[in-house]
């Protein structure tokens, strides 16, 4: 009787690629910039909280299966919840350095202005994913301009979110690093410097407002 010896690599065939480590960290950062929690990614993975979280932080390097793991996971497999407030709150201070203070953000977001003091003050650990997109659009919007300063009232209220700004030693957006803001503990490398911009922001119009007077 003869034994088949197990059948081995066939000569010339190469073996399935390994994703690159980083690739599950970039993915994790990814779904984490969506909206999906370090619990609801560790779930949909089969992994735990805490590697995922390491992970995602730089400070744990996968394994093969930690990678397959977390790249099978897709966004509409995590349910999305409220996100880490820190990039909206870095986005916030931004905008006080150019003289926009949290009342005429909350007047282009159609927020209350309560909200965003809470935030820019640290006091919001968490927001929703809609506020997180909005701020963000309004900071693409206005990160490199100034306030108006066409009335009185616009000079004070200008000038009273530059001295916050400067009282608090926060960052202009020309030295945040966009990749990193969404990412839950980033912090940046510098802190306070003048920023005068590029030219005046727009005036922006909360997007219910829009719709409802284009439709007149």
Not at 78 to 102: C, T, Y
Not at 117 to 144: K, N
Not at 156 to 175: L, P, V
Not at 186 to 210: E, F, I
Request: a positive charge; aromatic letters at 4%.
């Amino acid at each position: 009787m003869s034994i088949t010896p197990p059948a081995g690599p066939v000569p010339g065939q190469a073996a399935p690629p390994y994703p690159a480590p980083g690739s599950a960290r970039a993915h994790v950062r990814r779904l984490r910039r969506d909206g999906r929690t370090y619990r609801a990614i560790a779930a949909a993975a089969g992994l735990d909280r805490a590697t995922v979280s390491d992970l995602a932080r730089g400070r744990r390097r996968p394994n093969r299966g930690t990678t397959t793991a977390v790249l099978s996971v897709t966004s509409q497999a995590v349910p999305r919840g409220r996100v880490d407030a820190g990039g909206s709150r870095l986005r916030l201070r931004a905008l006080h350095v150019m003289g926009h203070g949290s009342a005429r953000i909350a007047r282009a977001l159609g927020v209350r202005e309560q909200a965003i003091r809470q935030i820019v003050r640290g006091d919001a650990r968490t927001v929703s994913p809609r506020l997180r997109d909005q701020v963000a659009d309004l900071y693409d919007a206005w990160w490199d301009k100034r306030a108006p300063a066409r009335t009185r009232f616009d000079r004070g209220a200008a000038t009273a979110a530059r001295k916050r700004a400067i009282a608090g030693n926060w960052c202009a957006g020309a030295a945040l690093d966009d990749d990193l803001l969404d990412i839950p503990g980033y912090r940046p490398r510098h802190g306070w410097k003048l920023a005068t911009g590029t030219g005046v922001a727009p005036d922006v119009r909360p997007a219910a407002r829009r719709r409802r007077r284009d439709r007149r």
